[in-house]
């Protein structure tokens, strides 16, 4: 069978979960072929405690296209026919015009190259990440997929090593945080979904995003608790009213953090641990073929307004305003917990959640929303079955898999076709390609745009839809719109909370920033993906500054974040202790800076005097 291991953000213990689940099931004796997949393609971590010896790689590669200068007439179609806005007519100084092609922007989806008429747009294969797997060398057959640094296609990596995957016996895919549409690529077709959450605010506001897409995907789901002290009420009650049940714990505890610190398996080391991750697995292999239940209604923070092109945010031109986004290799090392604080202590700024898939800020901000608007980030296609002939043109061309056969002859063959739920790109290729006129294009609310009050000052926030690509238009809306609040309320600043990871939503949220402070862990894994996103901040041309939280965890992974530091030319401004106060505050729904108690407390008072200087020099 096939379980996916997924969260509404991350840092909830997605990745222990998924490590330990996989060594436990193959040192017993339910199952000959265990395989565990890394499809955390933008940060994937679980080499780190598997320690695989890769014998097998292959280059994921998508279609771009190439610009032929010659057979060229510059009559424009190819940017007409491109819905991500990747195609530019660029004028030359003789009067003519050359197409420019903008790689980060591209869906490689073949509109552009169909629709010109010279066939000077001819598309070739490009590298945007690497699958790389280990059969043989341990316990278990292991693969993971890795996205090249600031790419945006992170699904076709996911299904790249998704290839890998086997029925016959128990393949456990570790998914990236979130519900955006590289999730959704690694939950479809699963068995069961396995939900990782912490009994905290910001888990269950993430949990609830979580269950409804693997409910809506018709997947049976089960929660499993992690970093539990055995009150997770907060938990257990939204499981009980969801219909979805809590199938594990994983217990709150400093020696299991020291050791996932060093990478080492949990199962390995603490004794009981092993029959948890069974009696767990157990528990998923019952839930298996269950009748899923009817996805809970959203909960939406406001009721939309209405409103039209000049309500449209400008994006503060021509301002005078610095900017600092706190970002962070992975989820969970603390950013959202660092930039509420932060929050608290600044004066003169604007706020901005540009981690729109799993926005967490607002529950530390208590905020009262003055404006909310539908935000319309893209268009699906949709296929009359009355006009659909059945030639099965949009199913051939589609590169995304997401046209599928709806109704079929007495022969077999198809007589119509539909789109996939989920699937859909938005490219307008099948439109495009349709002889009968049968595909209609529509565009479609991805989200919700806010601004609100807070005791801190203005928040400008955003919540994408379930299941939504996040594409960063979304995260562009909201830094746009906290860039006219700090105009027009003469704000000398801009702090934003970044979205994880190094795909296209975090290239939105630092592109064009004065500083960027990345929060880090002393882990392994926390190590790793900061060596990702400093290296897309070296891409952008973004000055980086450091913050070690938990820096005691680990003092020699704690030395190495420091040695990369001063090579990045990436300062440490702030060492933050493991303090299991901070677990109270995020319990109660407080900052730290509020809550006012503990060594952590303390420690994220001196980050505000460090980063006031760097942006006073910006």
Known sequence: MIITVASGKGGTGKTTLAVNLAHVLACGEETDDVRLLDCDVEEPDDHLFVKPTFTDSEDVTALRPEWDEEACTACGRCREACNYNAIALVPLKDGGKKVKVFPDLCHACGACSYTCPENALNDRPEAIGTVKADPASGRYYFAHGTLNVGEMMAPAVVKGVRRHENRDGVTIIDASPGTACPVVAAMEGADVALLVTEPTPFGLNDLRLAVKMALKMDIPAGIVVNRSEGEDAIIQDYADEAGVPVIGRIAFRRDYAEAYSRGEVLAERFTGMGENMMDIYRRARELAGTEVPPPPEEELLAEAALTDKSDEPGGGAGSDYSECTVISGKGGTGKTTVTAALAALADDKVMADCDVDAADLHLLLDPDIRECSDF????????????????????????????????????????????KEFACEGCGLCALACPVDAVDMHGVCTGQSYVSGTDYGLLSHARLGIAEENSGRLVTRVRDRASDLAVEDAESRILGDGSPGTGCPVIASISGVDVALIVAEPTVSGVHDMERVLELCRHFSVRALICINKCDLNDEQAARIKEMASEADAPVIAEIPFDPQVNQALRQGKNLVEYGRGPAAEAVRSIWDRLRAELEQA
Do not use: K, M, W
């Open 376 to 419: 319309y980030g893209g268009q699906e296609a949709s296929i009359n079955a009355e006009a659909c002939t059945g030639c099965g043109s949009c199913a051939e061309l589609c590169r995304f898999d997401a046209v599928a056969q709806a109704d079929t002859d007495e022969h077999g063959e198809p007589e119509t076709y539909r789109v």
